[in-house]
């Protein structure tokens, strides 16, 4: 699975989109880019994955650039509650085995 | 039940004594996981099932066994605790062994003494 990197911490107004970015300069074809998120003291939630279109759904936008080397995933209201840190990984399509979790980002959303 | 469920939520065990971590799942997931995360590094896998009657080796399995004799449940053994065993548990299952949207257990804090 190709490496990703993350900011280890943003902050965020609520109300506020928060735009949380992750590199993965070196995704292959045939690999997915997932978000995951872990509020304190509870276990990762998933959040969207996307291959190279953008992709929304009720919890949040995933932008990836064109070139697929970085993505962005967007809450465009954020709220206390979003408050998390979030994990983007980068996974071949249909491949066995565990998730790799990385450091992640530390959001918090400030009032 | 909705969803996936550990048990118990947390628990303080003694060294050398033996201990069964629950998790059930009741949405017919073919694949189920155990992890554990410790500060500083992450979640790290277990073991895991793809699926009823199959179980693999995760990334840190000594210490530890699993069984999968249903769909619905896959307990974790550990089988003479040792201090360095304390950590979250997060038991984890997804649709099948490639579908990578896991739905995550709530966890079970344990501390080995």
């Known amino acids: 699975d190709a490496k990703t990197t993350q900011p280890p911490s943003m902050d965020c107004a609520e109300g506020r989109a928060a735009n949380l970015p992750c590199n993965h300069s070196?995704?292959?074809?045939?690999?997915?880019v997932y978000w995951y998120r872990q509020i304190h003291s509870q276990g990762p939630q998933y959040i969207i994955h996307?291959?190279?279109n953008n992709e929304t759904n009720e919890m949040a936008s995933l932008i990836i650039t064109e070139d697929r080397k970085s993505s962005t995933l967007i809450l465009p209201h954020a709220t206390l509650r979003d408050t998390a840190v979030y994990y983007c990984?980068?996974?071949?399509?249909?491949?066995?085995?565990?998730?790799?979790f990385g450091k992640g980002t530390k959001l918090s959303v400030k009032p | 039940i909705a969803g996936i469920t550990q048990a118990p939520t947390s628990q303080i065990l003694a060294a050398g004594r033996r201990m069964t971590l629950r998790c059930t799942q009741d949405?017919?997931?073919?694949?189920m996981y155990w992890y554990r995360q410790d500060l500083g590094l992450g979640l790290r896998l277990i073991h895991y099932?793809?699926?009823?009657?199959?179980?693999g080796k995760g990334e840190v399995p000594d210490g530890y066994s699993v069984s999968r004799a249903n769909t619905d449940d896959f307990p974790l053994t550990l089988a003479s605790a040792v201090p360095s065993q304390t950590s979250v548990y997060f038991c984890?299952?997804?649709?099948?062994?490639?579908?990578?949207?896991?739905?995550f257990g709530p966890g079970t804090r344990l501390t080995v003494l």
């Open positions: 996307g291959l190279k």
């Open positions: 099932s793809n699926t009823a009657g199959t179980t």
């Open positions: 990984i980068v996974r071949v399509g249909g491949s066995q085995g565990n998730l790799i």
């Open positions: 070196t995704i292959s074809g045939n690999e997915y």
């Open positions: 984890a299952s997804s649709r099948d062994s490639s579908y990578n949207e896991q739905f």
């Open positions: 949405m017919r997931h073919n694949a």
